[in-house]
């Protein structure tokens, strides 16, 4: 493959010339006036370990995504975020780096790095990387230095609680059962930790700490990357005076520790040195808990972020018992008019850090699963705000079966499992949920075919391939016009042809409807009709705007020979059709 010969040297030569080249202004508003290609753009979300292993080790890699990239082109993306691939002991599968500026072997080296954005760039995909600095992994040299000495130069990168003023008060951690707090005996205090024990949080409040930030960031932009997403963002800043964290306030605890004020002067410091200066975004997870928050985040007269994605809607359903559609609108419907004027959002339903998207928001039986894909893919690229798809699920990949605990290996579901047992929870409703909405789910190998570990690797996969892969596979679905797959690229063409569809208005129809998720998109003479019946059973609605209606008035459909009778249409069962109304 040409992409794959080119010298490493010219490579970076071309990647930082293009980066020069091709970034207009990155202002954010949400008319059309202040266009962005972050947010005409398409973004597909790659975990890296599961999406193409080429070296036998049953780990996905970097030469995995060069290979696929046509695949990626072919489909319509334009965006692509990779899950972490830097140095790390793997605790968290990445989300605790060891080295900012050096790739995991496992996932191959900075020249097939180099070979893989060129290869994007080349076919105008741009590539996110995923910053993971509100911690580091306990491995990395500076807390290693910092944990030998409270005279380290490093010892300050950290935050510490030092042990002659007792017990520091709780913390709460969001993987931890025992809190944030862990006690290192060779400087005789407490590093705080808002994930695992292994992934001390950085002090955001040295100085140095945000020069070395912006030192990686900078390394990385020069190296040609488009954007950043900011893992576990709103958390950097903290109240070092550590108040006392409220009893029975776990739920809710971004509230407590989310979205300090003095992180706005943080983030600005980073547009400054690096966002505005390399003309790149940056995305942050989560939004802090008012609109307010998220709006201070993300405004364009702000220069801080550029865009961020909430957790309402994820949050929704999170048993098996579902969801209710009127939440659903709702959560969707209330951060649209919120960001009606200003701001940008990401839309979102699925990522590495949830179970798959048809399993939790569809149907994924036999009968249903593609249809109800289909129709969640299409309301993905509706929506005002940049879609953000994962892999696999284009295919409509589902939640794998996973009863037993012992099979669970994620870091997250045993600090529940803990959690549960040291709450005295009924845990054989603990394990149903878990295998509902654990992130596992969503992390399973890529299934590219129907050979053997479905065409994921030769080797043995590092995580058990779906056993439904013989059925759901990027092969047969390829020559089907019916699937899953062909739809997703026509709604990828759809949502590119159309800007109404990124800037347009937004309007909820039918608001009451239980089974029918109706709204109208408009963009000066462009108005779109959206028309999405997320039940298995038919469902008739009536409304004025599709008085006068045609078969070619139709922009998309994922049924066949739809017809419009007055005002009134059935729609199937999970039909998702797009009508121009212009
Ligand atoms: O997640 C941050 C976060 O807030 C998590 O609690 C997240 O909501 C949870 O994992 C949902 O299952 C980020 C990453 O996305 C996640 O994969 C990492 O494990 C975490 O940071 C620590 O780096």
């Known amino acids: 493959m040409k992409s794959r010969t080119a010298p490493v040297a010219f490579l970076r030569m071309l990647n930082s010339v293009y980066n020069k080249k091709q970034k207009p202004s990155t202002a954010g508003e949400t008319t059309q006036s202040n266009k962005s290609w972050w947010k005409e753009g398409i973004l597909y979300q790659i975990y890296l370990q599961s999406f193409k292993d080429t070296d036998g080790d049953g780990f996905g890699d970097l030469n995995g995504v060069v290979e696929k990239l046509d695949y990626l082109k072919s489909i319509g993306i334009t965006m692509v975020w990779i899950t972490p691939f830097l140095e790390s002991p793997m605790v968290d599968n990445g989300y605790d780096v060891s080295d900012y500026k050096a790739i995991h072997p496992r996932y191959g080296t900075m020249e097939d790095f180099d070979r893989m954005i060129y290869g994007l760039h080349e076919r105008e995909i741009k590539f996110v990387l995923d910053m993971v600095v509100n911690h580091s992994s306990d491995q990395h040299k500076w807390f290693k230095g910092a944990s030998s000495s ?59 700490v945000r020069q070395e930030v912006y030192d990686i960031m900078k390394f990385w932009a020069e190296k040609g990357v488009d954007g950043f997403r900011m893992d576990a963002f709103q958390f950097v800043s903290k109240d070092t005076t550590w108040p006392e964290f409220p009893e029975g306030h776990e739920k809710d605890y971004v509230k407590w520790y989310g979205l300090r004020p003095e992180l706005h002067g943080y983030l600005n410091e980073m547009y400054n040195k690096i966002i505005g200066k390399y003309n790149v975004f940056a995305v942050a997870e989560g939004t802090g808990s008012t609109f307010e928050d998220a709006h201070n985040l993300v405004d364009s007269d702000r220069n801080e972020l550029q865009m961020a994605y909430h957790f309402d809607a994820v949050n929704l359903s999170q048993t098996p018992k579902g969801y209710s559609l009127l939440d659903f609108k709702g959560v969707f419907s209330k951060w649209d008019n919120a960001f009606s004027e200003k701001g940008w959002l990401a839309i979102y339903l699925s990522n590495h850090d949830n179970a798959r998207l048809v399993s939790r928001f569809g149907n994924d039986s036999d ?6 894909t289909q129709l969640l893919n299409t309301f993905l690229m509706s929506m ?24 669970y290996t994620d870091i997250e579901a045993q600090g529940k499992y803990q959690s ?32 053997e570990n479905a065409g994921f690797t030769t080797g043995d996969p590092w995580r058990r391939v779906n056993p439904n892969y013989t059925e759901i596979n990027v092969a047969k679905q390829k020559t089907d016009p019916n699937s899953v797959l062909s739809h997703f690229k026509r709604m990828t063409e759809v949502r590119k042809k159309n800007p109404v569809l990124v800037y347009g208005d937004y309007t909820l129809l039918l608001p009451e409807h239980e089974q029918v998720y109706a709204f109208a998109r408009e963009l000066d003479e462009d108005k779109i009709l959206v028309l999405l019946n997320f039940s298995e059973s038919e469902s008739e609605i009536e409304l004025v705007e ?25 729609l199937r069962p999970y039909q998702a059709i797009l009508f121009s109304l212009g």
């Open 420 to 451: 549960a047992l040291k709450a005295g929870a009924d845990m054989e409703e603990f394990i149903n949920t878990l295998n509902y909405n654990s992130r596992e789910n969503g992390r399973t190998p890529m299934q590219w075919d129907a050979s």
């Open 150 to 208: 409270r005279d380290n130069e490093y010892y300050d990168y950290y935050h510490w609680w030092p042990a002659e003023k007792g017990e520091p008060p709780y913390r709460h951690s969001l993987f931890d059962p025992e809190g944030g707090w862990d006690y290192v005996e060779a400087v005789d205090a407490y590093y705080l930790h808002t994930f695992t024990g292994n992934q001390p949080d950085l002090n955001w409040e040295n100085p140095k």
């Open 367 to 372: 009968d249903f699963r593609t249809v109800s």
């Open 546 to 570: 599709l008085q006068g209606l045609t078969s070619e008035k139709v922009v998309i459909d994922n049924y066949e020979g739809t017809a419009v009778e007055g005002t009134c249409i059935t």
């Open 384 to 407: 005002r705000g940049t879609p953000y798809l994962y892999y696999g699920d284009e295919i409509g990949m589902t939640n794998i079966d996973m009863p037993n605990i012992e099979e």
